[in-house]
């Protein structure tokens, strides 16, 4: 079964909302989808979780306005923040 990431903002809880549906969508045409706020809990290191994504066929980049807006180009590579 192929896996994927879906990388996302939190701009809004309608937005996460919409971000939730499309992971369950996926998940419901054989698409293991995993989302950082199904599998990581609170407490738990975000680099580790970050460093385990690299064993998922894909991620997906759901973007909008903001995150635009608030992107910084040039980000160091250590910079864990979501894209």
Known sequence: MPTAFVSYSRDSAEHSTWVERLATRLR???IESTLDNWSLAPGESL???MESLVRH???ICVCTRAIRRDSTIGQA???T???
Request: cysteine-free.
């Open 57 to 59: 066929d894909f991620v």
């Open 77 to 79: 590579a250590s910079d």
């Open 28 to 30: 419901g045409d054989g």
């Open 47 to 49: 680099t580790l979780f």
């Open 81 to 83: 923040r979501p894209i």
